[in-house]
């Protein structure tokens, strides 16, 4: 017997069957379509911390240290968890008013509700005390510790740079980057970051409802470790360094320092400079624009990479190089002086001093007519069609001495100079009109020959090493690692053989013994030296140097400019030999000579 | 007639195999959805997972006894056994337990036990012991009213501790009195009611009105004009146009706030993900979460953290969810859908309709809670609080969801011996 209805049964199946399909649906969008469930998940749960490694120490070449980093605390919050505040006692503690707290915490919400914002950067060792016991009454606020860049020798504030925050275009380019981080901005900081910067570590930790730790994802599965960054040996002698800074003090200009064997930059002094330390730390935006706006001393400007200048008489040491490479002159070539070059309306002057001169002379004396006539000679030299041609060869050795080119050094910044161009002249004088006499005045290292500070000591340097050289650099080692980038150890062999050498050096010796740069002897030590005058059309000429020492086996080369130093010889050359007498002896006996120098004011 | 030789004779395995199923899969997700690292132990008693394994045993010890109780106690003791629950649950108004919000709940010693968890079962009992009465029809309008009060009463005394969803239970016995014979329309105009009542909630009522008026204008035009057809069509149409304007009259004045905002949420009105929003958002996120395989047992993080509230009794499912994934929470919908179809298969095969009915009152209980109770969780019915049969935390759910199936698998092994 069948119970009444019971066809029914099967209405009602067909609702339970249809209910257990909806959900199923349901749960299938649920868990599989829409994606914004496992989004949310996450936030719920994990927080990103980052571990942010210590940034590499950098020494001076003996081992002195130069940059560390000092603890501080950022104070950071996470907006989502800011509830229950006590504004007003939380502005008391650090120090602002409500107005700039509501501001940081809308900027902060603008970033991310959920992800930490810094919220007021680097408080001081009292405060982070004081407020690391009060902080759980405020809720979303938490204490960071990263590290600050202090720098115990204020000293190579040029060289080594500043770190910052890093700028949103950069985020936006570089995924490692996130805001609030800090990167290199000049100097090695910026050409080293990658190697300073090591690696930040991740922590993905997770936190229930009421907002406590429960400990690693997945037992720190997806965690990565911060590595530390690597620490840096740089090449600066931090002595001497610092002695040239001193000496530079209230002049401006650059020194630059080289051991020629190897390439690396012993010294770079950049004057007016700065005091590293202001460009780290709490106050460092408000120093920044106080250097930035100082326009009369522009302490911010790299001078050894950036200021470009005609190198004046060192320069006639190439073309007395050139010239012999080129065959026009040898030792024995003399060419007169009569007060100067005068030739075709073209007049070059020329100081009063023994004539004519022979080649070690002519360095010695640095007589500008017998460079103006070497010059023509090479320009004239039988076997080229054109004065273009054989210009072109004299530029072609010129270049080899890296110059009108830039280094693709270390040091993040610099600027090429500039050796004039065949083309440029035809622009000038119209297209192959023009003969050695128009430009006569690139015998003399005037006219449109431009040279940074650290070009004029590396072309010191290929005297010094007779014929090759490295390219100047900052730092010898990096971390562990056994070598350092191969261009700066390939050498770089220049378009002049070695035997042309001898006699530039023997003749700037002489301008040592008996000449323009006879302020710079020293006893027991040979020097080789070359005193020059930029022309400076806007005041006083600039004053510059370049020294070689020890002669018969060079150990440091240096160039000094002095702006509107005037002749050499007043304050470049005495820095150049006080400097050497530091490095070679280690020492200074001329004491008195220090004091009038570091304490001489040139005006600019 | 057969002697039952041992108490597991003729039990109804499928059944009885689900249940342990739903049971043991209960129990682990209780201990992964509240799984803390000190109370490892799943047999720690001071945990909800230790003491939902005592009420466990004592489940299965209730099982047993129900199995070696003779087959009539059921039938004979039908109506006292209601009658103590009602009493129990006019008891309970008086010396009861608040326990969020419900007075529901006596509390003896240590244990609470709630008694309109029992008395879902005991009206169960009662239904049908008076619709299997030889003389009874359930068109009769007498018999409408006997069948509308023993529903009735338990609804009213609930409803009088505030626990509305454990009133709302007693809906299910619509399937009961259909398959017994109730005119289908009952189903069509629940229905039809549900929508209404969404559709007044979203839509102007006016606008509802201007439509119900354009379907009586055209239905008016196809009708026979006899006098008794008008009247329907005129009745219906006041009667639905009543039952609009008093939705919004019942939404604003008689819900309470938290009832309307449940609403407001399902129905989109209203996001507040911190507030009203919160549970619900919260527990599409944890199931969401839990993808295609899920994030492995004791993986989860957002029941166990705390995020979903609730998480081992109303809104377990979200631990399967999160932590089985799509797979894990399908075989779970299943192995419930299974279950039902098992119990109405079992019912069609009595012999006597007390325990036909009875078996479809069993299958509508757990029906009910099973569809409110994940609709709930993947954000297809607004919040009520009522358990998931079987694998909530909960010694007196469990108990009474235990009692109301095998005293029917009790019925169903000695079916033939019974008449």
Redesign the interface.
Known sequence: MK????E??H???I???S??V???L???Y???I?D???E???R??FRYITEFPARGLVYDRNGKLMVYNEATYDLMVVPKDVKDLDTTELCRLIEITKEVFIKRLKKAKGYSSYVPSIFEREISKEMYGFLQEKLYRFPGFYVQARSLRKYPLSIAAHVLGYIGEVSPQKIMNDAYYKPGDYIGISGIEKSYEKELRGKKGLKIK?????NRE??SF?NGMYDTVSVAGKDLITTIDADIQELGEKLMKNKRGSIVAIEPKTGEILAMVSSPTYDPNLLAGHDRSKNYLMLLQNTSEKPLFNRPLLAQYPPGSTFKLLNALVAQQMGVVNDNTRYPCSLGFHMGGVNVKCHAHASPCNLEQSIQHSCNSYYSYTLKAILEKSGYKTTREAFNTWRTIVLSFGLGKKFNDDLCNELSGNIPTAEYYDKLHGKNKWRALSIISLGIGQGEILLTPIQLANFAAIIANKGYYYIPHMVKKIGNEKTIDSRFTTKQIVKVDKKYFDIVLEGMSKSIEAGTGTGARLKNITMAGKTGTAQNPHGEDHSVFVLIAPVENPKIVISVLVENGGWGATWAVPIASLLVEKYLTGKIERVDLEKRISEGVVKY | MREQKNIFQNIDWVATGLYMVLVLFGWINIYAAVFV?EHKNIFDFTQSYGKQMIWIACAIVISLIILMTDIKFFSTFSYPIYIILMLMLLAVLLVGNVTSGSKSWFLIGNFKLQPSEFAKFATCLALAKYLSALNIKIQDIRTKIITAFIIGLPVLLIFLQNDTGSALVYTAFI?VL????LS?NV?ILGVLGIALFFLALLINQYIILGVLLAIALILFKYIRKRRKEITILVGSFIIIAGFVFSVNYIYENVLEEHQKGRIDVLLGKEVDLKGIGYNV??S?????????IGKGFL?G??T????VPEQSTDFIFCTI??EW??VG??IV??L??LL??RI?MM??RQRS?YS?IYG?GV?SIL?FH??IN??MT???APVVGIPLPFISYGGSSLWAFTILLFVFIKQDANRLQLL
């Open positions: 119970a009444p209805h019971s029914r049964q209405i009602i199946k609702i339970v069957l209910v257990g909806i959900f199923i349901r749960l299938f649920l868990q599989i829409d914004k469930y496992k949310s998940a996450n719920n749960v997770m936190y229930d409802v009421y429960k400990g997945r | 690292e399937f259909y398959r017994e014979g289908g189903l958002n919260q599409k996120i944890a199931i969401g979460s839990g993808g295609f993986q993080t957002q166990k953290y705390n995020f969810g999160e994934g799509f929470s399908s919908i299943v419930y859908v039902f179809l109405i019912a069609e309709s036909r479809y299958a029906f099973f569809v994940i609709a993947i954000g297809l």
